[in-house]
Nanobody, 116 residues
Framework: QLQLVESGGGLVQPGGSLILSCLAS????????IGWFRQAPGKEREGVSC????????NYADSVKGRFTISRDNAKNTGYLQMNSLKPEDTAVYYC?????????WGQGTQVTVSS
Protein backbone atom coordinates (compact mmCIF):
# COMPACT_ATOMS: atom_id res chain seq x y z
CA GLN A 1 0.00 0.00 0.00
CA LEU A 2 1.23 3.42 -0.92
CA GLN A 3 2.33 5.64 1.96
CA LEU A 4 3.31 9.28 1.71
CA VAL A 5 5.32 11.41 4.11
CA GLU A 6 5.66 15.16 3.67
CA SER A 7 8.49 17.18 5.15
CA GLY A 8 10.16 20.55 4.82
CA GLY A 9 7.56 22.82 6.36
CA GLY A 10 8.35 25.45 8.93
CA LEU A 11 8.23 29.09 9.88
CA VAL A 12 9.51 31.53 7.27
CA GLN A 13 9.38 35.29 6.85
CA PRO A 14 7.43 36.86 4.00
CA GLY A 15 9.49 36.72 0.85
CA GLY A 16 11.30 33.62 2.00
CA SER A 17 11.50 30.15 0.50
CA LEU A 18 10.87 26.57 1.47
CA ILE A 19 11.14 23.23 -0.28
CA LEU A 20 8.56 20.61 0.60
CA SER A 21 9.20 16.92 -0.04
CA CYS A 22 6.80 14.03 -0.43
CA LEU A 23 8.48 10.67 0.04
CA ALA A 24 6.54 7.65 -1.15
CA SER A 25 6.90 4.05 -0.05
CA UNK A 26 5.11 0.85 -0.87
CA UNK A 27 4.84 1.50 -4.58
CA UNK A 28 6.92 3.13 -7.31
CA UNK A 29 5.94 6.78 -7.45
CA UNK A 30 6.84 6.82 -11.14
CA UNK A 31 3.52 5.09 -11.87
CA UNK A 32 1.44 8.04 -10.69
CA UNK A 33 0.89 11.74 -10.93
CA ILE A 34 1.44 13.84 -7.80
CA GLY A 35 -0.63 16.68 -6.45
CA TRP A 36 0.04 19.23 -3.75
CA PHE A 37 -2.84 20.65 -1.76
CA ARG A 38 -3.08 23.00 1.18
CA GLN A 39 -5.57 23.80 3.88
CA ALA A 40 -5.54 27.02 5.84
CA PRO A 41 -7.36 27.37 9.17
CA GLY A 42 -11.10 27.70 8.63
CA LYS A 43 -10.81 27.11 4.89
CA GLU A 44 -11.36 24.19 2.59
CA ARG A 45 -8.48 22.19 1.19
CA GLU A 46 -7.40 23.58 -2.17
CA GLY A 47 -5.25 22.32 -4.98
CA VAL A 48 -1.90 24.03 -5.39
CA SER A 49 -0.09 22.16 -8.11
CA CYS A 50 0.19 18.83 -9.87
CA UNK A 51 2.71 17.02 -12.01
CA UNK A 52 2.36 14.14 -14.45
CA UNK A 53 4.04 10.75 -14.10
CA UNK A 54 6.83 11.76 -16.43
CA UNK A 55 7.19 15.22 -14.98
CA UNK A 56 6.67 16.81 -18.39
CA UNK A 57 3.28 18.29 -17.55
CA UNK A 58 2.62 20.60 -14.61
CA ASN A 59 -0.22 22.81 -13.45
CA TYR A 60 -0.49 25.52 -10.83
CA ALA A 61 -3.21 27.41 -9.03
CA ASP A 62 -3.30 31.05 -10.10
CA SER A 63 -2.41 32.10 -6.58
CA VAL A 64 1.01 30.40 -6.75
CA LYS A 65 1.95 30.69 -10.42
CA GLY A 66 5.39 32.14 -10.88
CA ARG A 67 6.30 31.54 -7.24
CA PHE A 68 5.99 27.76 -6.74
CA THR A 69 7.62 25.00 -8.77
CA ILE A 70 6.60 21.37 -8.62
CA SER A 71 9.05 18.63 -9.53
CA ARG A 72 9.75 14.99 -8.95
CA ASP A 73 12.62 12.53 -8.74
CA ASN A 74 11.22 9.11 -9.56
CA ALA A 75 14.52 7.43 -8.73
CA LYS A 76 14.18 8.76 -5.19
CA ASN A 77 10.42 8.11 -5.08
CA THR A 78 10.00 11.73 -4.06
CA GLY A 79 8.00 14.73 -5.16
CA TYR A 80 8.90 18.32 -4.37
CA LEU A 81 7.29 21.71 -4.10
CA GLN A 82 9.69 24.64 -4.26
CA MET A 83 8.01 27.69 -2.76
CA ASN A 84 9.52 31.12 -3.31
CA SER A 85 8.37 34.64 -2.49
CA LEU A 86 6.15 33.27 0.23
CA LYS A 87 3.27 35.38 1.48
CA PRO A 88 1.32 35.26 4.74
CA GLU A 89 -1.65 33.93 2.78
CA ASP A 90 0.41 30.85 1.90
CA THR A 91 0.20 29.79 5.53
CA ALA A 92 -1.45 26.37 5.63
CA VAL A 93 -0.91 22.68 6.12
CA TYR A 94 0.44 21.31 2.86
CA TYR A 95 -0.40 17.79 1.71
CA CYS A 96 0.75 15.65 -1.15
CA UNK A 97 -1.74 13.44 -2.90
CA UNK A 98 -1.26 10.52 -5.24
CA UNK A 99 -4.29 9.19 -7.10
CA UNK A 100 -4.22 5.43 -7.58
CA UNK A 101 -7.16 4.32 -9.71
CA UNK A 102 -10.17 5.68 -7.80
CA UNK A 103 -8.35 6.09 -4.48
CA UNK A 104 -6.45 9.19 -3.44
CA UNK A 105 -3.60 8.63 -1.02
CA TRP A 106 -2.65 11.48 1.31
CA GLY A 107 0.28 12.21 3.52
CA GLN A 108 -0.07 13.55 7.04
CA GLY A 109 0.73 17.10 5.97
CA THR A 110 3.42 19.58 6.85
CA GLN A 111 2.77 23.01 8.36
CA VAL A 112 3.97 26.10 6.54
CA THR A 113 3.72 29.38 8.42
CA VAL A 114 4.66 32.64 6.75
CA SER A 115 4.99 35.41 9.29
CA SER A 116 7.32 38.17 10.34
Amino acid sequence: QLQLVESGGGLVQPGGSLILSCLASGSPLALYSIGWFRQAPGKEREGVSCISKSGLSTNYADSVKGRFTISRDNAKNTGYLQMNSLKPEDTAVYYCNVPVRSVGYWGQGTQVTVSS
